[in-house]
């Protein structure tokens, strides 16, 4: 009997270290995922894809019977805004057919906005709460990588954290933390306001800006942020959300705003895989002009 | 044959733990509320009280592989899955012996089994610096949440599971006394 106990204790010590050793493993910065689990991940992946579908359609019709209740209201209010968004694209177009022919004169052919869509589908969804990750069913097959953005319609949903030969998991903008930051701008006519995303406040359900440069200090609620190009690996442009407040730091010496996400988060279908299309070479010439 | 049946009722419940956020409506998955689905780990109690003789352990083994899946697949921080199934089901394993395997026997192992496990999970995320929350807030927004939830669960599974895998125990495990 003496000597089963000292096994049990011997068993979960064993346990223990193994704990440690495959912890401090996951934890240390690697670049890729082991062989095994990119093939585990492609093999759940496959299966989950085939699960999906029949889960979608269900909550397809549960969703739609709740939106034909509030139809009508819908309609009328998107009539009126209808109207004012056509002088709205018209204006938009004449502007693009200027910047292209100001482009063409100058030419640049690509610029730090332009990027490639990889269109991709959420399979499946972390269930551990606290790590905020999703799962899509493009790999690097489809020329995904690491540390891409990724966005909707409506704006940035988070960056690619690891990848596999054909899924790869998403890092949302909810579960953000220090270590992946994201370099961001907000426009001013002369100079702009830069700064970090660093993180997710989940009390307030705000996104953090760390503000590095501030031109100005009237900071207003409502004003869009906006992905910046500083950061080397994301195109310029991509919307993150709207400010909602701005509050110091606990050191008094920075200042931070509040961002609301401009994406719906918890609601992923279809998402869109920024690829961005400047190569790095080409990135110091632009640099240069700008100057 | 009968004994593949395990691997693909766990792998399905892994893979539909995926899709669960989505099947709950979104206003409790946008509340502060952390409702954590332990599917896989609800069926593992049953092979445990069911299934598993005193002295053959097949509830283990599944709960450090799959546990080990659930790794590799949702959250990318390898071993703290495997490591809190694996002890969690040690115990209600432990506790089966002691206890006749009925419907409340169930319920009372199914509560200590997902708050044990749970809880594992929580103190190693904190002690590795992934999560951050103070204890009480823990206790209130994800435990009990979590522990409601996934007893929901253990409930519906109980008329599918607990006579069959009785009878399975009888089939493939009665006149060996080796693993």
Redesign the interface.
């Known amino acids: 009997m003496h000597f089963f106990r000292n096994k049990r204790l011997f068993i ?1 010590l064993i ?2 270290i ?6 401090g ?3 240390k910065d690697r670049e890729n995922l082991t062989a095994v ?1 990119k093939f ?2 492609d093999t ?1 992946g496959w ?2 894809n085939v ?2 579908t029949p ?2 359609f ?2 397809d019709i549960v969703t739609n019977v709740k939106d034909f209740k509030n139809t009508y209201e819908e309609n009328q209010l998107l009539n009126e805004q209808l109207s004012q968004y056509k002088s709205l694209i018209y204006e938009v177009q004449d502007i693009k057919e200027e910047n292209e022919e100001l482009n063409d004169l100058l030419g640049i052919t690509e610029t730090v906005r332009d990027y490639d869509p990889i269109q991709a589908t959420v ?9 905020e ?1 999703v ?1 899509i069913n493009k790999g690097e097959q489809d020329g995904v990588r690491s540390n891409m953005i990724v966005i909707t319609a409506e704006g940035m949903v988070g960056k690619i ?2 990848t596999s030969e054909f899924t790869s ?1 998403v890092q949302l903008l909810t579960g953000f933390d220090q270590y992946n930051r994201i370099s961001a701008t907000i426009s001013r006519e002369e100079r702009d306001i830069f700064g970090m995303i660093e993180g997710f406040d989940q009390e307030s359900n705000s996104l953090l800006f760390r503000i590095i440069e501030e031109s100005d200090k009237d900071l207003e609620e409502g004003e869009l942020v906006v992905s910046s190009e500083l950061g080397g690996e994301f195109p310029k442009g991509l919307a993150i959300g709207t400010v909602k407040e701005v509050v110091s730091d606990q050191y008094g010496l920075t200042r931070i705003a509040m961002v609301e996400p401009a994406a719906d988060i ?2 992923l279908r279809n998402v869109i895989v920024v690829d961005r299309a400047l190569t790095e070479t080409e990135e110091s010439n632009t640099e240069e002009e700008e100057e | 044959m009968k004994r593949l049946f395990f691997p693909l009722i766990l792998f399905l419940l892994t893979i539909l733990e995926g899709a669960a956020l989505e099947l709950l409506p979104s206003n409790l998955v946008m509340g502060n509320l952390m409702i954590v689905p332990h599917w896989v780990f609800a069926f593992l109690v049953y092979m445990a009280i069911f299934y598993d003789k005193d002295y053959t352990y097949y509830s283990i083994g599944y709960a450090l592989l799959f546990g080990l899946l659930i790794d590799v697949v949702y959250t990318g921080v390898l071993g703290v899955y495997m490591f809190s199934y694996g002890l969690a089901i040690y115990i209600v394993h432990g506790l089966k012996k002691i206890l006749q395997g009925n419907f409340y026997v169930v319920v009372l192992l199914g509560t200590v089994g997902v708050l044990l496990a749970d809880l594992f999970i929580y103190l190693i995320y904190t002690s590795v610096g992934i999560v951050d929350m103070v204890f009480q807030d823990y206790t209130l927004g994800r435990m009990l949440p979590t522990i409601l939830s996934n007893i929901v669960f253990i409930l519906l599974l109980y008329p599918f599971c607990a006579k069959r895998l009785a009878r399975w125990q009888w089939e493939q495990l009665s006149g060996k006394s080796t693993l």
């Open positions: 979960l346990g223990f193994v704990l440690v050793a495959l912890i493993f996951s934890l689990e585990v991940n759940v299966t989950q699960i999906h889960v979608t269900i909550t399979v499946s969804r972390s269930p551990e709460r606290w790590v990750q799962t954290k690891s998991n918890y609601d």
